[in-house]
């Protein structure tokens, strides 16, 4: 594998979801690639389909309700979506780990962390129950808890929240896994703890080379461990570049909303910048571009035709029939 | 804040204490979530409460509408000792003292129309005297928080997060209340939603011209909407400060961690993540003296021992700390 090549692509995904009410058109047209040892961001509000399209890369999506109709997910060349599920067992926690969004759902309260720990090494390596163990405990060292051995015999329930994540992060870690897809991990922590997580992800990347995809709606996590961003709006990426070029130059209506919607911390202001109208409902999502209905500079073509996903300036990708000039924020 | 000097909300020493049940043994213990708290209110003022989850400020915000009673300490209300109000002097109070809660899924009744859910404050006080005025009453506090008549005899399952907001604050200010606790008004909706409730928040507070309570964990809300923020942790306040000056210039060592614990959405303007250690102690086994001493970088013998008290270290600016 090239040093610094592409460690996963995602082709055209489109994943429907067949529901009583009708079909749920989640997502549409999804692409974006990740380099190796990079964070990506993916940001988006309720609904936009960001975790389906984590549950989508790791084949943990329900299906059904879940559809994958079409589409590639390139890791390492090869296509997850071709994959069985027994070779998906092998690469799951061994190649690609995710870390969830509530700890305390994602741990198996009746087995201690040293059971679960030692369960998924022993599963992906053919070690005894002792090595396993001595593996769990310096994946624990890994992300700093302070006495590991410890921390072993405990059940997640003794746990606090910050630490409960940092033993999901271990246990992701415990086989030394090459993508780490972490679905809003820090939503359920206080700030300070947040702080410390983040931390934690950065430092993992310097030592173990490791590639993130890191799923969020909060632009100031993006900001501050990314190093490029995918904008989902309503089943689509709208927008996927570096994170200078996304924040300091959006060319999509709907990213320079959003980055304006945030009250700023560092000055007063008299208002906010506000998005009219609500997320649309994706069982009928308006025609053409999805964004249409709210945006600002809204063309006649907007109506009828969805855009595509183009590169429009050196590696800053957009999906808009008028997308902003580009000029500075 | 000269502009503001009469006030509304005066806490005395105020203390919560909650049992809970410790260990194997169900041992009884207690918790303090509002350790010893005082502070002043003016009318007309916006003032905003943040701290982490736990650290008592959504405690803080249901005793000051008093929908629960404090363990100790006093609330005076206009001149008047809240804190002890009973039976019907307490249902008259509520008309002045109103709350907004943080979850719109579950603040409203289900089963009522907006209609019915609007008209009941009016029914309780007897405020108006015909249907009709009734009606005119509730469609104009629909109409103040962005919402249409037709939206009247609709129920809260039709409504997206952000209009069930709307509707919670509608409700709240329908009376015309003098004072209101907002606690998280928009920590359950999503950022483009959330800007259009706060600009509404902001627009109401001239309209309406009530004092508020904010509690929010989100130091960004808190900014856009206090004239003044306190920082509470582990049930105490550590810092009070005019806004702009807290946002220039944190003083507790609290404080500074928690603005330092913001992500930034500059990507140029990164902070230098750090991984510090430590918890947030456990509030049925408190730290002896400072409660923030085991996490604090200044820490010294002096703060093992007693818990320093609030003081005023510039005109308007109070902390909780030996180091300042």
């Known amino acids: ?71 590639k997910v390139l ?42 720990m030692t369960d998924v090494i022993s599963y992906h390596e053919k ?29 997640p329930h003794e746990l606090s929240g910050g630490m409960r994540q940092r033993v999901m992060i271990a246990l992701a870690l415990s086989c030394e896994p090459e993508l780490l897809i972490a679905d809003e991990p820090t939503t359920a922590l206080d700030v300070t703890i947040q702080a410390q997580i983040l931390a934690l992800i950065l430092e993992m990347r310097e030592k173990l080379g490791l590639s993130v995809i890191m799923i969020t709606h909060n632009f100031g996590i993006v900001s501050e461990i990314c190093d490029s961003v995918a904008v989902m709006y309503a089943g689509n990426i709208v927008e996927f570049s570096s994170i200078y070029n996304v924040f300091e130059n959006p060319l999509h209506p709907y990213t320079e909303g959003l980055l304006k919607a945030i009250p700023p911390l560092d000055k007063d202001v008299e208002s906010l910048n506000v998005i009219p109208g609500v997320v649309p409902n994706l ?15 809204k063309l006649d073509i907007c109506e009828k035709k969805p855009p595509k996903l183009v590169e429009l300036t050196d590696g800053h990708f957009v999906a808009c029939h008028n997308p902003l000039g580009g000029g500075k924020r | 804040m000269n502009q503001y000097n009469n006030p509304i909300i005066e806490v005395k020493n105020l203390l919560k204490e909650f049992d ?34 736990g650290c008592g400020k959504t405690t803080t915000g249901r005793i000051l509408v008093r929908l629960m009673e404090p363990t100790a300490g006093k609330i005076i209300f206009a001149g008047k000792d809240i804190s002890i109000l009973k039976g019907n002097k307490l249902k008259q109070l509520r008309r002045e003292l109103q709350m907004v809660f943080q979850d719109p899924f579950s603040s409203l009744n289900p089963r009522m129309t907006v209609y019915d859910i609007l008209k ?42 952000g209009q069930r907001q709307r509707i919670a604050i509608a409700r709240a200010l329908i009376l015309k209340p ?52 306190m920082v509470m942790y582990m049930g105490k306040l550590v810092e009070v400060a005019p806004t702009s000056e807290l946002f220039k210039e944190p003083l507790h060592p609290y404080t500074k961690l928690l603005m330092s614990s913001i992500p930034n959405p500059n990507p140029r303007n990164r902070k230098k993540l750090k991984l510090i250690e430590g918890d ?45």
């Not at chain 2, 108006?128 to 399952?157: C, F």
């Not at chain 2, 606690?183 to 359950?188: I, L």
């Not at chain 2, 909706?189 to 309406?208: G, H, T």
């Not at chain 2, 007693?306 to 909780?320: D, I, N, Q, S």
């Open chain 2, 280 to 324: 947030i102690p456990s509030l049925l086994n408190p730290p002896p003296g400072c409660f923030f001493a085991p996490r604090c970088p200044l820490r010294t013998p002096e703060c093992d021992k007693t818990f320093p008290k609030l003081r005023e270290v510039k005109k308007g600016h109070l902390v909780a700390c030996f180091k300042v």
């Open chain 1, 75 to 116: 890791f390492e060349g090869e296509d997850l979506l071709k994959k069985s599920e027994n070779e998906m067992l092998d690469i799951r926690g061994e190649k690609i780990s995710m870390i969830f969004q509530e700890p305390m759902t994602a741990l198996n309260p009746v087995f201690t962390v040293e059971e679960q």
């Open chain 1, 1 to 71: 594998m090239k040093k610094n090549g592409k460690i996963l692509e995602v082709q055209n995904l489109k994943v429907y979801f067949d529901t009583e009410e009708g079909i749920v058109k989640a997502l549409e047209d999804v692409s974006f690639s990740l380099k190796r040892s990079e964070i990506l961001g993916v940001i988006g509000e309720t609904g936009s389909g960001k975790s389906v399209t984590a549950y989508t890369i790791t084949r943990l999506l329900p299906q059904p309700p879940g559809m994958i109709l079409e589409g």
């Open chain 2, 178 to 229: 003098r004072f209101v606790v907002l606690d998280e008004p928009t920590s359950a909706l999503d950022v483009s939603v959330q800007a259009q409730i706060l600009n509404l928040l902001r627009n109401l507070r001239k309209e309406y011209s009530f004092t508020y309570l904010l509690i929010s964990h989100d130091l960004s809300v808190v900014r856009f909407l206090s004239d003044k923020i």
């Open chain 2, 120 to 161: 009941r404050p009016l029914e309780i006080f007897k405020i108006a005297k015909t249907s009709e005025e009734k009606k005119q009453i509730a469609l104009k506090a629909l109409q103040d928080v962005g919402l249409k008549s037709e939206h009247l005899t609709r129920y809260p399952h039709e409504f997206s997060g």
């Open chain 2, 20 to 53: 809970v049940i410790k260990g194997f043994w169900a041992k009884k213990a207690k918790i303090k979530a509002v350790n010893d708290v005082s502070f002043t209110i003016n009318e007309g003022e916006a003032v905003g409460l943040v701290g982490e989850s």
């Open chain 1, 127 to 155: 070690i005894s129950k002792k090595q396993a163990a001595e593996k769990a405990i310096r994946a624990l060292e890994l992300v700093k808890i302070p006495d590991p051995s410890l921390v072993m015999k405990k059940y």
């Open chain 1, 283 to 297: 069982i009928h999502p308006p025609s053409g571009c999805r964004f249409h209905p709210r945006c600002s500079r």
